[in-house]
């Protein structure tokens, strides 16, 4: 035997035994495995599999896959003698592979390492244990040891919060531009059609008429302009209300990023017929259409809704108030600026309504080339007719408010959050409800107190969006995950004097004030509220969350604008104004009567 030598510590882990680096260390085997080869080749006895040739000199095969115990596959090393410890299935997918049999009649077998390298003998502890796991999940030794692919983790890796809240930050910024060019024609557009002997607006204030004198209202047709912008307003909300539903169903089944280029097409096709208006009917058919292709807005934060940090959802719905408030900032300017370029005639609105219509083909093309889809197909539902029926109960007011769409999912909120949801949808309903009645009211009290021109309007709402903006960017994106209710409460008791300000004014600087406080405002409330409720339910049920709230929403900006433009009609701007400021305590006691302090998940 000779004189044996010391073998140094590194060695040892390396190869195991006696040996120089050249037999052992070569192949890494462990002592257990080099011994039993070597007592196997002095008795000359065949390794089984081998064709009945022994094992070389040299030893070239006297090792198995020695180099990948540096490749950390979860190989102990921890000493000579137990040096071998390996996690069963999936972690030892790629270790070896077998190969056709070898000329001559031997079974050779190789296994290649994630370097590259080859190692010669199959049956080393490390391709046994494998072969074990293998068998544990029902495959063959052949399967067992065959290279397979790796296994990935995710079906659809998940695309940067960062990208995805940008996308949806410009692509709703671009709609609403588009959305708020008419908010400062419309008192000039329906003054228009009065004076114009339109016969379907003419039958409509015949009517109007009619309704006055019954309930013994005077008669004051300057007034009768306000309830037809309520009503437009109303038409509007209540298509919205419906189409909220359907599109977030059908985005839980086929994901968001279709459903929004659908309504996308629609809204251009609304805008193409407001372009060709020359009528009263064309342009109420216009806003129809319009009204049934909002779903995008709801669609938005059912994609912020799928990303999976609290922090981001809370971002990406304060980028969605910022959107808001820009594109009611900048949208209005644009089309009292291009009411002004036109000169006064039939088609005054033509600029305004083109220039909309060109915005909308471009976000068409932007969601199209850029927006990724967000809602992994193993996520999706498997039926869109289960969406559609879990939709339908949003279409009902008493199932609305109850979330019955919800509840229907296999992944139902606890009691505890359904309540919670409850409460918030129905603050979130009656928030909006006086909200849209007055802001819808705020343009025909401006051009009928002050005599607003559309320019004015436009750069009365640029004040109110500009205000929105930097509250938003600055204060609003800030407020930390948990503290939203908080700040939603102290919103909304803000809005209390703002509207009785504004609703008094008797010169413009007092109204001015009166919108700085309700601008200040409205910019917390609605991202605040829709980030709390987006925290609620599974990733499969987020856009029926979304779109039950979105529906509340447009259910509330259907009936607000009708209830306030008809209290206008009858009683004044201040009684309408005084009367709908003192109900913003209501949402505020419901907020109160939630059982815990609502924190993102």
Known sequence: MGRERKI??????????GKKRGAAGKAGCSPLTLGRKRKRARKGSPRPGDGGQGE???????GTCGRRRRAGLGLARRGSGRGLSIGSGLGSLALCSRSAPAPGGSDARTAAGPSGQECEDPTSPRCSVWEKSAGDMGLSKEEGCTRRPPIKAHSEPPEPTGRVITIVFLALLIDLLGFTLILPLLPSILDHYGRSNDPFYQ?????????????????????????????????????????????????????????????????????????LSKSFGVFLLSRVIGGISKGNVSLSTAVIADLN??????????????????????GPMIG??????TAKGDRFYLHAALWALMFAISD?????????????????????LSGFQAASDL???????????????????????????????????LYLFLFSGLEYTLSFLTHQRFQFSSMQQGQMFFFIGITMAVVQGGYARRIKPGCEIQAVKRAILLLIPAFLVIGWAWNVTMLGVGLLLYAFAAAIVVPCLSAVVSSYGSASQKGTIMGT???????????GPIVSATVYWLAGVQMCFTICSAMFLLPILLLGSLKQQTKAE
């Open 549 to 559: 709230l979105r529906s509340l929403g447009a259910l509330a900006r259907a009936m």
């Open 56 to 62: 070389e000199e040299g030893g070239r095969r006297v």
């Open 364 to 384: 068409l093309v932007f969601v199209f080339c850029f927006l990724p889809e967000t809602l992994p197909r193993d996520k999706r539902v498997s039926s869109v």
């Open 336 to 341: 009292a600026f291009l009411a002004g370029e």
């Open 203 to 275: 039958s409509l204030q015949q009517g109007v008429d009619w309704f006055a004198a019954t309930v013994g209202v005077p008669p004051e047709r300057k007034y009768n302009s306000v309830l037809f912008g309520g009503l437009i307003g109303s038409i509007f909300s209540i298509l919205q209300f419906f189409s909220s539903p359907l599109s977030g169903a059908a985005s839980d089944s086929f994901g968001r990023r279709p459903v929004m280029l659908l309504t996308l097409v629609g809204l251009i096709m609304s805008y193409a017929l407001w372009a």
């Open 309 to 330: 940090s609290p922090q981001a959802r809370s971002k990406g719905m304060a980028m969605i108030g910022v959107a808001f408030s820009l594109g009611f900032t900048i």
């Open 8 to 17: 140094p510590r590194g060695e040892r882990k390396e190869g195991g035994t």
């Open 395 to 429: 279409l009902s007011p008493v199932a609305l408010f109850q979330f019955l769409a919800v509840t229907r999912g296999k992944d139902s909120p606890s009691r505890d959050k359904l309540q919670d949801l409850k409460v918030l949808g129905r603050v979130y309903f």
